[in-house]
C-alpha cells in the first residue's frame, strides 16, 4: 500500500495559499496498475513526484514498504546543474556501481540526444530529460516494485515511442505502474484501476472505466 497520511501541498500566494491537494487520507493498493485522472493543472504531476521522494506534502506524510521509482516522464527526476552524465554517474554509485563508463554509454545511447548529454540538465528540453531519466531506469536491474509514469508516450518521435513502450513492457513485465497520459487509450492499455483528483483530493476506483466515466462526468460533460 501507498498510504496519504494528513497530506496537504500548497504554495504560497499573496493572498494566503493555493492548496493542490488538502488534507488527503487514503491507501492506494499497489498490487494494481493505477492510471491518475483530472484536467491540466489540477496536480496529477505534483502527485506523481510526491509518490516519488522528488517533492514533499506541505504537511502529512506518504509512507509505502514498496520501492518506487522515480518519476519517468517530461520532468523526471534529474538534478537539473549536473549534466546527463553526472547523473548517470551519480545514481550508479549509490547504487554501488564502482565503473560506470558502460551505463553511462548505455544511458547516451538510448537517450539519443548526442553532446547534450554532457550540458547541465536545466538545459534540456522536457523531451530531452524525459529520453535520460528513462535510459537511466533502462539501464539498471533496479527491483522496482511500481513505476510512476507522467506522460511518458508524449515524448519523442514515433519510433523513440514505440521503442520506449516495449522496453517497458518486456523489462518491467510483472510490475505496477501508477500513470499520468492524456491519452485514454494508453491508459487503457497499461491501467486496470484509476484516481481521479477532484476538489484538491484523491479518490480511488477498483475499476479503471468507473474512474473514467467520474472524470468525464466531473470535469468533461458538465462543461
Known amino acids: 500500500m501507498i498510504r496519504f497520511n494528513s497530506v496537504s501541498k500548497y504554495y504560497p500566494t499573496k493572498q494566503g495559499r493555493s492548496y493542490v491537494f488538502r488534507d488527503v487520507n487514503i491507501e492506494l493498493p499497489t498490487d494494481r496498475n493505477i492510471a491518475i485522472l483530472g484536467p491540466n493543472g489540477v496536480g496529477k504531476s505534483t502527485l506523481i513526484r510526491m509518490i516519488g521522494g522528488t517533492d514533499i506534502p506541505s504537511s502529512g506524510e506518504i509512507t509505502t514498504d514498496k520501492n518506487i521509482s522515480w518519476p519517468l516522464g517530461l520532468q523526471g527526476g534529474l538534478q537539473g546543474s549536473m549534466t546527463g552524465r553526472e547523473n548517470v554517474r551519480f545514481v550508479a554509485r549509490i547504487h554501488g556501481y564502482k565503473e560506470t563508463r558502460q551505463i553511462e554509454q548505455q544511458v547516451a545511447d538510448f537517450a539519443e540526444i548526442g553532446a547534450y548529454f554532457d550540458e547541465p540538465v536545466k538545459?534540456?528540453?522536457?523531451?530531452?530529460?524525459?529520453?535520460?531519466?528513462?535510459?537511466?531506469?533502462?539501464?539498471?536491474?533496479?527491483?522496482?516494485?511500481?513505476?510512476?509514469?507522467?506522460?511518458?508516450?508524449?515524448?519523442?518521435?514515433?519510433?523513440?515511442?514505440?521503442?520506449?513502450?516495449?522496453?517497458?513492457?518486456?523489462?518491467?513485465?510483472?510490475?505496477?505502474?501508477?500513470?499520468?497520459?492524456?491519452?485514454?487509450?494508453?491508459?487503457?492499455?497499461?491501467?486496470?484501476?484509476?484516481?481521479?483528483?477532484?476538489?484538491?483530493?484523491?479518490?480511488?476506483?477498483?475499476?479503471?472505466?468507473?474512474?473514467?466515466?467520474?472524470?468525464?462526468?466531473?470535469?468533461?460533460?458538465?462543461?
Open 123 to 223: 538545459t534540456y528540453s522536457n523531451g530531452m530529460r524525459a529520453r535520460v531519466t528513462f535510459g537511466l531506469t533502462m539501464g539498471f536491474d533496479f527491483n522496482f516494485d511500481v513505476l510512476l509514469i507522467d506522460e511518458l508516450t508524449a515524448v519523442g518521435d514515433a519510433a523513440f515511442k514505440a521503442k520506449s513502450q516495449k522496453l517497458l513492457l518486456e523489462k518491467y513485465e510483472k510490475t505496477k505502474v501508477i500513470m499520468v497520459n492524456h491519452s485514454l487509450d494508453q491508459l487503457r492499455k497499461f491501467c486496470d484501476a484509476g484516481v481521479v483528483i477532484r476538489e484538491n483530493t484523491l479518490h480511488y476506483f477498483d475499476h479503471l472505466e468507473q474512474a473514467i466515466e467520474e472524470y468525464q462526468e466531473v470535469y468533461v460533460r458538465n462543461r
